[in-house]
């Protein structure tokens, strides 16, 4: 550690990609951190052993709501950003109406600040991401102390989120290699080059009023990124390469804005393929001032870390996800149509067993309309994993019903006491799939 004396720090966005090393970076070199998050039972399962705050950023526009915070700290971090607007994020509120209060605050309190921008931030930028981006970073240029405000490439890490998943998923695929914008120059840098520029930020190394982009010398081809992902995580090389046509790409990527407005943040979304569309490149001359060196290659950025058994189980598992959530919704649904389509045949079979009359009917009709529900529930992000969940225990309820109305249906190995098992075990292993971090 420096001569200088530990600091108090106030770290936003601790449970993303970035600051989550960020936060356990300062913390062990001896900072006194505190963690902001929207989240808490992400916070505390990504940070367990750090202090936290919780509040939304979006809500967060006026110097008052950031008084007690910025006067409480030596410095904040701002780790925190959101790609696309969705029912969940604002790219608007997020990235400028919160850092403009934020900058106020720190001006008045006197506390310096961290900006953790993007390459490619501008304000003639077409995205919003970059468009917002550039306008908070010009907020946090324009404030009354001592700030730094440092713009990453593609941010390599040993854990992944958003476009590092892709990639990773990407790698996963066997034998072949398929993959959108192949040609498009990207720049990385090692999440661990990223948290050492703040270190010398707040530790005193590097001035305030320190602007950089933190990019690897090295401009890939997205071919080559993924290329060198495989090779890292393991994977026999890809037999052929196949570059998907930009008409598909961009269908993709409108899919994935729906199911964004349902609360997943995929990173296929339309905002991350035209930014890769754009090439992620920077200025490597600025990584010089803020970490005292080039920053890491790829390759040397992958040698810091070794992949382990559950990165490469990881990526692998990345593949299935979509498809067991397809999978498992369309046959709900589809079960709970053909119980009401077959409503009156079902029912007057079960009767004739000498079931209830007006239960039999009561209980088809609640299960068909359960089913059907439940299925659609999957596409809707946060109701996904208490979604899953539900259906264990219908399967198991169903299951028992069938037991005693037609028990015969354990000695059929093609009938449906195998599918119940089934059914059980790919909810059950979809929602574990689904932990974000």
């Avoid at 790219?91 to 209060?101: D, G, K």
């Avoid at 080059?193 to 009023?209: F, K, N, Q």
Wanted: with cysteine.
């Amino acid at each position: 550690m420096s001569d200088s004396q530990p600091s108090r720090i106030l770290v936003l966005g601790a449970y993303g990609l970035i600051g989550a090393h960020v936060a356990r970076a300062l913390a062990a070199r001896g900072h006194d951190v505190v963690a902001l998050g929207r989240d808490r039972a992400t916070g505390h399962r990504v940070l367990p052993d750090l202090p936290w705050v919780f509040h939304d950023l979006r809500r967060m526009t006026r110097p008052e709501s950031w008084g007690p915070l910025s006067q409480s700290v030596d410095f904040v971090v701002n780790c925190a950003g959101t790609l696309q607007a969705s029912s969940a994020d604002d790219p608007e509120a997020v990235h400028l109406h919160a850092i403009a209060a934020l900058a106020a605050a720190c001006e008045r309190a006197g506390t310096g600040l961290v900006q953790i921008s993007a390459v490619g931030a501008e304000p003639e930028a077409e995205l919003a991401f970059f468009r917002t981006k550039a306008e908070g970073d010009a907020l946090v240029r324009a404030a009354r102390t001592d700030w730094w405000i440092f713009r990453p490439g593609l941010v390599i890490a040993p854990t992944s989120y958003g476009g590092t998943t892709l990639i990773r998923t990407l790698a996963a695929v066997p034998f072949l290699q398929p993959i959108a914008l192949p040609t498009a120059p990207v720049q990385t840098v090692s999440v661990e080059d990223v948290a050492l520029a703040v270190i010398r930020a707040v530790e005193g190394i590097t001035p305030p009023g320190t602007e950089a982009d933190l990019v690897a010398r090295e401009v890939h081809p997205l071919v080559d990124v993924v290329a060198i992902t495989r090779r890292w995580l393991g994977f026999r090389p890809a037999r052929l390469t196949v570059g998907l046509p930009m008409p598909l790409v961009a269908l993709v990527g409108r899919v994935a804005d729906a199911f964004g407005r349902l609360g997943w943040r995929s990173p296929l979304r339309t905002t991350a393929l035209q930014a890769l569309a754009a090439g992620v490149v920077g200025q490597p001359e600025g990584a010089q001032r803020a970490l005292g060196r080039a920053a890491l290659s790829l390759e040397q950025t992958y040698r810091g870390f070794a992949a382990r058994v559950e990165d490469r189980l990881f990526a692998r598992v990345q593949l299935l996800v979509p498809l067991l959530l397809v999978a498992l919704a369309v046959s709900w649904i589809w079960k709970g149509v053909a119980g009401l389509w077959a409503y009156v045949t079902i029912t007057e079979t079960l009767i004739a067993r000498d079931m209830p009359a007006f239960t039999t009917r009561l209980v088809v009709a609640a299960l068909s309309t359960l089913s059907i529900a439940l299925g659609l529930s999957l596409f809707v992000r946060r109701l996904a994993v208490r979604t899953l969940v539900v259906m264990v225990f219908v399967t198991i309820f169903y299951g028992a019903a069938l037991t005693f109305m037609a028990p015969a249906m354990w000695a059929d190995p093609f009938g449906a006491g195998a599918n119940l098992l089934v059914i059980v075990a790919a909810a059950l292993a979809t929602r574990a799939m689904l932990e974000a971090r």
